[in-house]
């Protein structure tokens, strides 16, 4: 992911979970150890759209739905996939065989966090760093045809969050996915988010 990706996600997490609306770009740029100019340039788009809104020392998010479906669309879901392979058995089975240190995505994410799926789902996806996919790959060897276990490449940061994305990673990961029931899933988070 791309340190702006890092930065929007921490400020709409900041937003939609923690209710913290207000960020100086000195704060996310130590907490990164990114440079003031890295998170300067990260918000200068939602700036000139209206999601956010800077002052003197700090800036203020002014319409985070907003905001999100900018990541959303500037998303590259298919730069992150680091293995895919075929697993014949349900998706529910390869989520029991996961690795300690995969992190869920997507639907399997959303499922998992509110016991619900909105309509019926036949891929996993999980964001792991190096160690964890080279054991993913061990339990899920290599197999032709329908590929519907997916690795994605993890950030350091995201491991932060625990074995579970965020809601917010979560919706923009669905957005960039072409899948029927990937809308199915959206709305249904987008009711979670901003309730």
């Known amino acids: 992911m791309t340190k702006k990706e890092i930065i929007w996600r921490e400020i709409l997490y900041q937003a939609t979970e ?22 300067f340039n990260a918000l200068k788009i939602p700036r000139q759209s209206g999601a956010i809104k800077v002052g003197g020392r700090n800036f203020k998010i002014i319409d985070s739905e907003k905001f999100l479906y900018f990541w959303a669309t500037q998303r590259n879901l298919n730069k992150e996939i ?14 029991g065989l996961m690795p300690d240190g995969a992190i869920f995505a997507c639907y399997n994410a959303y499922t998992k966090k509110y016991d619900d799926a909105p309509a019926d789902y036949d891929k996993v996806y999980v964001y792991a ?3 964890t996919e ?25 491991e932060k ?3 579970i994305a965020p809601d917010i990673q979560i919706f923009v990961d669905l957005w960039n996915l072409s899948d029927w029931y990937a809308k199915e899933f959206l709305l249904a988070l987008k009711q979670k988010i901003f309730k």
């Open 129 to 131: 760093d190096k160690k």
């Open 82 to 95: 680091v293995y895919k392979t075929n697993f014949s058995n349900s998706s529910r089975e390869a989520e």
């Open 134 to 158: 080279q054991e993913i790959r061990k339990r899920f060897p290599a197999r032709a045809g329908y590929e519907n276990l997916i690795v994605l490449e993890s950030d350091p940061e995201l």
């Open 18 to 39: 923690n209710k913290k609306i207000e960020f100086t770009q000195k704060e996310l740029a130590e907490k990164f150890g990114f440079s003031l100019s890295t998170v």
């Open 161 to 163: 969050f625990g074995n």
